[in-house]
């Protein structure tokens, strides 16, 4: 199965997608001592990251706002290695909300293999976390397709939209 790793601390961590809107990849990329690292991640994943970080750090009275976004610093770097998709994930913090820890399992369908699934570790200062929630943020956001004014559904840039309240006919996915 997947590689088992610990980068404590991280050099430079970030959270962001490529692609376009509807059709874009997630990662999470961290370097380490010249070696660059990426998990693949869902959507879902990105935002629940950026939502959890900014409630612990909220819990140490600091704030993430638009000013703490870096784009340029922060953006997903080509030559990372791939690990393998992020299963869960969990984000936790010291007493003093000084040091945090990201933990990523390596998703795995059959349950047999759950005790080679790989396990890596990212350890990081405040500043990093505020950075990364920020990218998180932004990654999530920059990519919101534009939505049907009837159905609420997501309106695809290259194949359009069967609204279903208007009488169409399409899946009734979100």
């Known amino acids: 199965m997947g590689e088992s790793l610990a980068f404590e601390p991280v050099d430079w961590i970030t959270a962001g997608a490529v692609g376009e809107p509807g059709r874009r990849t997630f990662s999470i990329q961290a370097a380490r001592d010249g070696r660059l690292v990426s998990l693949l991640v869902e959507k879902a ?47 936790g913090t010291d007493e003093e909300g000084e040091h945090f820890v990201l933990e990523a399992e390596e998703f ?21 976390l505020v950075a990364l929630a920020a990218h998180a943020a932004f990654a999530v956001e920059a990519g919101a397709r534009e939505r049907c004014r009837f159905c609420g559904r997501p309106i695809d840039p290259v194949l359009g939209h069967t609204c279903v309240t208007m009488n169409g006919h399409g899946p009734l996915t979100v």
């Open 45 to 91: 994943q990105v935002r629940v990251l950026a939502e959890l970080a900014q409630e612990l750090l909220g819990r140490v009275g600091v704030t993430v706002t638009p000013d703490d976004l870096d784009e340029a610093s922060q953006r997903l770097r080509e030559g990372a290695e791939e690990l393998w998709r992020a299963g869960s994930m969990s984000l």
């Open 108 to 128: 795995v369908e059959d349950e047999d293999e759950q005790e080679t699934a790989g396990v890596v570790r990212f350890a990081m200062a405040r500043e990093q």
